[in-house]
């Protein structure tokens, strides 16, 4: 545990007991206390800061009494301790923490209060285990669905994501916890992830990877960032001239820290110049070769120190990282007004219910047959059997996944929130294997083993009134899990042929999905109810049965789409250079068009478009009015579209605005989210939901030009329940 040495104590063996030196004065301004701290600091002492002594701790100055830095994963919980020097738990007994949902499920409530409540109640956990660096969130664009790490990120959307990642960065901030956004940038899938040469257009690398970023810093004012173990433009990103110097500390003025992926360092002399600042988890026995390489040898570590004092590198680059190191230092470690925390509270449970009830998506629900209701909700009232079938029903999800997993104060499965609900109705078997979460291995299941639970699944089937199969991917690897990326889009564990025996013998089935990634679905047309629920952390076995029984209306949309075969996303219709690369460099010649940008613009229909979900009431979007037909350069319009419930139940509606510029200088997607609002309504009642248009809506980067710009003439605008659920379509001009 650190210790904070007392600012009179420091006074006084400094020999000024009198007066408290400049940098310990939490009343001065920051700026004032990092430039008298770094006054007084020797080379050496700065080149300490800018390296790991630890595993997920950084130096500070011991001669100053200035604290180093502790950091932890993240993105969904506060990691548990972990040993000093190696990989190994280090089995507290005090660091069970609350899981929260994984942060696709949060972008799929599109509702950034809720973004606000998980960024608070996170920041709390992590201010209470005394943390000064939450490791996350990420906001790496979803391009294919084989990504290992899809979970961890906020969707296809770069707006949206944006929209997203602001409120979690300010809350969680208020704790003193600096927020540590990953992985700038280009890290869009785990295969080869150490080395992989991305090669992307300026147009897309603006326009869809980086304005998530750039929300972060700049509306999110994130206190650090962390750079992505690949590279791009044939350097590695961690110390990449363009993303870092160029992009991020100078057109963004980013004033925080650029801390590496672990081992993401490669190369003294680009760390020194380019912009890194904090160097994690280099070749001690970490997450790359294990050796005798211990701290000090670290590439901003004594060889940068040599590097200084040779005058090969100016000290000014030194001055400039460490005064940033300083300044993190101080909003966090040093920060002495931070409240205390909590931790694994019931409030935090409850926020993450709360969150859980808003993310789950329904993506279908028909009735068996004509004249009746839909399959769900299915009453609580009853009292025929239902036979709870799968893995996911009792798998605790908290675990494997990578730096992401958690260790759990509590965990509700799904199979307890069903059998909290639906009492003893409620039946289970296991109906398929799904081996455990080995880290870079996948367990082979025996056919035999496979056969024989498919079949015991099958027989309990035929007598129950219905069947609720919780399947879809888990946390092992080569599934939703970091360092591999999934190896086919079908369902693992034989969910496929699981699905078509039960429904051989019982048509009403509900599908439950948790995964954060799409997957195909050849059985769809047959399944009539279909949840997707992803990871939702501690409570949403809670949120999952709610959503079944109808006790909580669904209200989340899906933040990415789900094409309905591989070769129709776009990342994989360009062929293997473009996904996943040759194993040195990889193309991304899908350019800007990514997700719903191809779908819509191709005219490839998604299985289920970004944007979607359903509800068990139904709203109607009325006609939007503009506040004008035309719009000045400098200035705004709004549309108001009028929406009501016109089900018999509340509920929550997204509704979407997408603007398209059907002819422009460059070739554009047919639409883009630009805004959206989750409103909630009662049974016939009707809001009016109003969005402003300003030409920030509208424009599209203009490589040869290097900045944004909006081209005069006719725009369209959809009102939307999803990118593919058009309801209303208007246009203007502008001027
Ligand atoms: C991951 C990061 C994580 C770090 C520390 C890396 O492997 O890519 O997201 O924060 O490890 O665990």
Known sequence: MKRFISAAFIAASLGAAASTPLYLDVNAPIEDRVEDALSRMTTAEKVALCHAEGKFASNGVPRLGIPELWMTDGPHGVRAEINWDNWGWAGWLNDSCTVFPALTALAATWNPELSALYGHNIGEEARYRDKDVLLGPGVNIYRTPLNGRNFEYMGEDPYLAGEMVVPYITELQKNGVAACVKHYALNNQERWRGHI?????????????????????????????????????????????????????????????VITDWGGAHDTREAALNGLDIEMGSYTNGLTTESAFSYDDYYLARPFLEMIQSGEVDEKYLDDKARRILRLIMRTSMNTSKPFGAMASPEHFAAVKTIGDEAIVLLKNAPLG???????????????????????????????????????????????????????????????????????????????????????????????????LVGGLNKNSYQDCEGLDRLDYALPFGQPELI?????????????????????????????????AWYLGTMGGESIADVISGEVNPSGKLPFSFPVRLADNAAHAMGTISYPGDSIRQDYLEDIFVGYRWHDTKEIPALFPFGHG??????????????????????????????????????????????????????????????????????????????????????????????????????????????????????????
């Not at 909290?420 to 109906?431: A, E, F, H, M, N």
């Open 197 to 257: 040469d991305v090669h992307v257009s300026d147009r897309a690398l603006h326009e869809i990877y980086l304005p998530a970023f750039k929300r972060a810093v700049i509306d999110g004012g994130t206190w650090s960032i962390m750079g992505a173990y690949n590279k791009y433009d044939g350097q590695h990103a961690c110390h990449n001239e363009k993303l870092l110097l160029d992009i991020l500390k100078g057109d963004w003025g980013f004033d925080g820290v």
């Open 370 to 468: 004509k004249k009746k209701p839909a399959l769900l909700p299915l009453s609580p009232e009853g009292s025929g059997k239902i036979l709870v079938v799968g893995d996911n029903a009792t798998r605790m999800l908290n675990l494997g996944g990578g730096s992401s997993e958690l260790k759990a104060k509590k965990m509700v499965s799904p199979l307890e929130g069903l059998r909290r609900v639906y009492g003893d109705r409620i039946l289970y078997t296991q109906g398929y294997a799904a081996g455990r979460p080995m880290y870079g291995q996948a367990e082979d299941i025996a056919s035999e083993v496979t056969d024989s639970l498919r079949r015991v699944a099958v027989e309990m089937a035929r007598d129950a009134e219905t069947v609720i």
């Open 500 to 532: 078509e025996a039960l429904l051989a013998v019982n048509p009403r089935l509900v599908v439950v999905l948790l995964s954060g990634n799409a997957v195909e679905m050849p059985w769809i047309s047959r399944v009539p109810a279909v949840l997707q």
């Open 614 to 735: 359903l509800s068990y009431t139904t709203f109607d979007y009325g006609k939007p009015t503009l506040s004008a037909s035309s719009m000045p350069y400098d200035g705004s319009i709004t549309v108001t579209v009028p929406v009501t419930n016109t089900g018999a139940r509340e509920g929550k509606e997204i509704v979407q605005l997408y603007i398209g510029d059907p002819v422009s200088s460059l070739p554009r997607p047919l639409k883009e989210l630009k805004h959206f609002s989750k409103i909630s309504l009662a049974p016939g009642e009707t809001r009016d939901v109003t969005f402003t248009i300003t030409a920030d809506d509208l424009r599209f980067y203009d490589p040869d030009r290097k900045e944004w710009i909006a081209e005069p003439g006719k725009f369209d605008v959809y009102v939307a329940a999803s990118s593919a659920d058009v309801r209303r379509k208007a246009s203007f001009t502008l001027e």
